[in-house]
């Protein structure tokens, strides 16, 4: 299944939550912490702006990015979870 976001919205794949913290804990799924970071793999068109143009987006497919602990929508397709949130949601591009 192919997911095509609409308007300035922006799909990430989290990355994995960290199962073993730096002085060597295995930590439980319970434990474990939202990812904050993620790749994204689609883009929008780009908002609409009131002049009736598109606004070109700042982020493209491939990109690593950071995005807020409570940011975006979760779902899953064919067992994958994704996160699906507005461009203004995703916080900087790390390089």
């Not at 507005?86 to 900087?92: F, T, V, W, Y």
């Given at each position: 299944m192919k997911i095509k976001p609409l308007s300035d919205r922006v799909v990430i794949e989290?990355?994995?939550a960290e199962e073993v913290t730096q002085g060597g804990i295995i930590l439980p799924d319970t434990a474990k912490e939202k990812p904050l970071m993620g790749k994204v793999t689609a883009v929008g068109e780009g908002k609409m702006?009131?002049?009736g143009e598109t606004a070109e987006m700042s982020v493209k497919v491939g990109d690593l990015v950071a995005f807020g602990r409570f940011a975006g929508t979760d779902f899953k397709v064919d067992g994958k979870e994704y996160k699906i949130m507005?461009?203004?949601?995703?916080?900087?591009v790390i390089e």
């Open positions: 989290p990355s994995e702006l009131k002049n507005h461009e203004s949601d995703i916080l900087g």
